[in-house]
Every structure is written in structure tokens, then in C-alpha cells.
């Protein structure tokens, strides 16, 4: 054991304790969202369930709870770290853009499906905010009150859960992926592993921090 | 070194992150304008499949909406409808009472405020004038108060729009008794106007001289109701 001591890390740390949060109560605020969602949504888990003013107060107060938490979380965390995350979601390369192709090129710390889905979750959550607002003031306001609302807010729910679909699998199911599933929960990665899906970020590292990972010493 | 080999210089990135950000956020924002043309089109081109495939397989399109913590349950051998108010001969009839007044069926849209509809859907009941005639209101009764089961639910129509063609109050759903979770037994409906005027599980009617606001006109919504012509709609 005494040489492990010698050898080169064998995790390399991807995802920063703010990060972690974000995905997490994000994760949860949806999860508890859908449910209460599906209970207002489908007639046989209305009936099932009942209690509608309840699950439609637990749905909005979640809404508001998810609201407010990532701004929190955005205010008090790391912002510096997470802009520089936006940077690396915003930033598509040449090697993104063949990848995207299904031609195997060399990734960042996110690859660009990965960076796909965060501009797309991104997006979702605005609209989700922005549609259940609006069905939640238009009860009171006949001016926010519009025809295709609920519409908008139905549609992003089945693109979401097609995204989530895809999410789970690639995150619990498929073999070669879902080693991703330890940095979102505790941080940091195989370094085997994150050369073979992230080699552009493993080098970057490498660079950035050449006395904790002297070159020379992976193991491959 | 064991440096990945690079066949070309690294060179200009392109912010395709902020791009499929931006425009989907814009394109979803935008559809709270041309959403539902563009769903009422897509359903309308979609109707053949639709009538291709089995009734089960296609989405009822149906919300559930109740107002209390659980439905009322329908319980034939207790269930009672009553007439009274300003009318000379107050009423109390039984579901078989209900059943033995004119028969009245239609196919009809309906139509909830907050967006979503069903089409062709199939009542049967009874006419309000018919259900009325043997209660004789007076001529000051001008309008219907319909109390539901599901408490505090309420709502009203007036003697005119009640009268209007296809107004009943049903007690039955695409040829079947009218199912829990749509008001069972009976309920109103009246497809001109947006589903809180429906009212379910309908327990008694109080004809009365005025309108007094039901449960979601006193929280907002336009008393009268019509689908395209009231709540901003």
C-alpha cells in the first residue's frame, strides 16, 4: 500500500462542492415537482391522490423553494468557479463540433452533449419558471392569463423527461459512462477514466497542476 | 511526454452554449403566443391517426380539478337532488327519478380556462327546462344556483343561458354513467362557457333572483364565462 503514496492520484477532482449543490437540489426540486406535477396532470392520479389545493400548494412552494435555493446557492457559492464553468458550457471547439458529428475527437471537462444538456436544462428551468409563474398569477390577473400557458408547461415537461430519460441511462445504466455518477456525488473522478472520456481536461490538469500530477506517472 | 498529439492549432471557439440557450428560451417564451394555434393544428392533422388507433392508446386530454380534499362518492340508494328556492313545488329526486325525464344527448367541446380542451365529447342528460318544469319556479327565479357535493364548490347560470340549446345537466359520459372524477352523478354542462361553470357532483339547485359569484369567480375568474369572450381570453 506504502506505494500508492508514490504514485500519481488516482482520482482527479471535477465537480466543485457549489457544482455538487446546484446539480443536487436541482435534481430533487424536479423530482418532487414531476410527482406533484403528474398528481395535478393525470385524471387517475387525481382521483387517486385527491387533495388537489394540497399538492398544488406543495407544487408552487416547491417551485418557489427550487427558486430560491439556486439563487442562493449562486450567491453564496463559488461564483468565481462557476463562471469559468460557463465558460467551458458556452465554448464549443472544433473538437465539440466533430463530436457532435459522432466523430470521436478528444473532450474538455464536459463534452459537448454534456454541454447540449446544460444549455438545454438551463433553458428548460427558465421557461418552467416563466410558465408556472404566469399559471400561478393568471388565477388572479386576467391580463397574465394566456390560452397556450399550460401548454408550454406540459410540452417542457415531456422534453424534460425525454432529457432525463437519457440522463439516467447514461448516469446508472451504461457501462462506459456511468463512472460520471461518482464526480456529481462526490467530487472527483477515476483519472483512468477521465482520460479516456475528458483526455483534453486530464491534459489541462496536468498543465495547470504539474507539481501535485508530475507528468510521466499515469498510469494509462 | 505523453502529450495528446494535436493535428491542428487550437483555434477559435463558438459560443454554441449561450446560442441553444438563448434560442430555445426565446422560442419557448415565444410559443405563449402561437402555442395553441400550432397545437390546434398539429391535433387537427393528427386526427386521422387518432381515429386509427384504439380509444385506449389516445390521451383523454382530460385535468382533473376539485377543490376539496377528497371527491365526493356517489352512493346511489342515499343520492338525492333537490330543487327548491323561488320555485312553488321544491323537489327531491332520487337518481331513477333523474333517469325518467326526457333523455337528451349531444356532441360537444370542452373547453377549460386554463388552456386545454376535449373534443367530441358525448353527454347525456337532462335539459334544464325539463328538470325544471315540475319544481314550477316563479317569475322572479331567474337564476340557477348549482351547489356541488364537493364543498364549498358553487357556481350559478342564469334561467337564459341554462335554456341555452346545449345546456343540460348530464349524467352521463361517452356512453357511460358519468365517471367519479367528472362529477358523478350528474353535472352541469354548458360547452359555451369555460369548464368552473360545469359544475360536478351537483347536489342541489336554488333558483334564486340574483347571481351571486361561484367558488373561482370569487377568486378572479368572469362570472359570465363565455369560451373566447371573457377571463382575457
Given amino acids: 500500500m506504502a506505494s500508492s503514496f508514490t504514485a500519481a492520484p488516482r482520482y482527479i477532482h471535477r465537480f466543485s462542492r457549489t457544482e455538487r449543490t446546484l446539480h443536487w437540489v436541482h435534481a430533487a426540486a424536479f423530482f418532487v415537482l414531476l410527482a406533484s406535477g403528474l398528481v395535478l396532470y393525470v385524471p387517475r ?6 387533495r388537489r389545493p394540497f399538492v398544488k400548494d406543495v407544487h408552487f412552494d416547491t417551485g418557489l423553494a427550487w427558486m430560491v435555493a439556486i439563487a442562493l446557492i449562486v450567491a453564496l457559492g463559488d461564483r468565481r468557479g462557476l463562471r469559468n464553468t460557463l465558460r467551458e458550457l458556452d465554448a464549443f471547439d472544433r473538437d465539440d463540433r466533430l463530436w457532435l458529428r459522432r466523430i470521436p475527437r478528444p473532450q474538455g471537462r464536459f463534452n459537448a452533449g454534456q454541454k447540449l444538456n446544460a444549455a438545454l436544462t438551463a433553458s428548460f428551468a427558465v421557461l418552467f419558471a416563466v410558465s408556472g409563474v404566469l399559471l400561478w398569477y393568471g388565477e388572479r390577473n386576467n391580463s397574465y392569463r394566456f390560452g397556450s400557458t399550460i401548454l408550454l408547461h406540459d410540452g417542457l415537461m415531456y422534453l424534460s423527461l425525454v432529457l432525463l430519460v437519457g440522463h439516467l441511462y447514461l448516469a446508472l445504466i451504461y457501462p462506459s459512462t456511468k463512472h460520471a455518477l461518482r464526480g456529481i456525488t462526490t467530487g472527483s473522478v477515476r483519472r483512468d477514466w477521465a482520460r479516456v472520456h475528458h483526455s483534453k481536461w486530464v491534459d489541462e490538469q496536468r498543465l ?9 506517472r499515469e498510469q494509462e | ?3 495528446t498529439p494535436r493535428e491542428a492549432p487550437p483555434e477559435a471557439s463558438r459560443p454554441y452554449g449561450r446560442r441553444a440557450f438563448l434560442g430555445v ?3 419557448g417564451l415565444s410559443s405563449l403566443l402561437w402555442g395553441k394555434f400550432a397545437w390546434n393544428a398539429f391535433t387537427s392533422a393528427a386526427q386521422p391517426l387518432e381515429d386509427a388507433l384504439p380509444p385506449s392508446l389516445v390521451p383523454s386530454g382530460w385535468r382533473i380539478y376539485t377543490v376539496a380534499s377528497s371527491m365526493p362518492t356517489f352512493d346511489e340508494a342515499t343520492w338525492r337532488l333537490g330543487i327548491e328556492g323561488l320555485v312553488d313545488a321544491p323537489q327531491t329526486l332520487t337518481y331513477a327519478d333523474l333517469r325518467a325525464l326526457p333523455r337528451a344527448e349531444q356532441i360537444s367541446t370542452f373547453h377549460c380556462v386554463t ?7 358525448h353527454w347525456a342528460g337532462v335539459r334544464f327546462r325539463d328538470l325544471l318544469a315540475a319544481a314550477k319556479p316563479r317569475s322572479e327565479g331567474t337564476v340557477l344556483e348549482f351547489v356541488s ?7 350559478t347560470l342564469t334561467l337564459e343561458q341554462a335554456d341555452l340549446h346545449d345546456a343540460m345537466l348530464a349524467y352521463e359520459m361517452d356512453g357511460k354513467p358519468l365517471p367519479r372524477e367528472h362529477g358523478a352523478p350528474v353535472r352541469v354542462v354548458i360547452p359555451e362557457m369555460y369548464g368552473y361553470k360545469n ?4 347536489q342541489r339547485i336554488v333558483v334564486t333572483d340574483h347571481v351571486s359569484p361561484g367558488y373561482w369567480e370569487q377568486r378572479g375568474y368572469d362570472i359570465d364565462a363565455f369560451v373566447g369572450k371573457s377571463n382575457g381570453l
Avoid at chain 2, 388552456?115 to 365529447?121: A, D, L
Avoid at chain 2, 359544475?199 to 351537483?202: Q, S
Fill in chain 2, 25 to 27: 428560451t426565446a422560442l
Fill in chain 1, 208 to 216: 495547470a497542476h504539474p507539481l501535485v500530477d508530475p507528468p510521466g
Fill in chain 1, 45 to 50: 392520479l387525481s382521483e387517486l391522490v385527491g
Fill in chain 2, 1 to 3: 511526454m505523453m502529450d
Fill in chain 2, 199 to 202: 359544475t360536478k357532483w351537483v
Fill in chain 2, 149 to 155: 357535493a364537493e364543498q364549498p364548490y358553487v357556481d
Fill in chain 2, 115 to 121: 388552456g386545454w380542451s376535449v373534443k367530441n365529447v
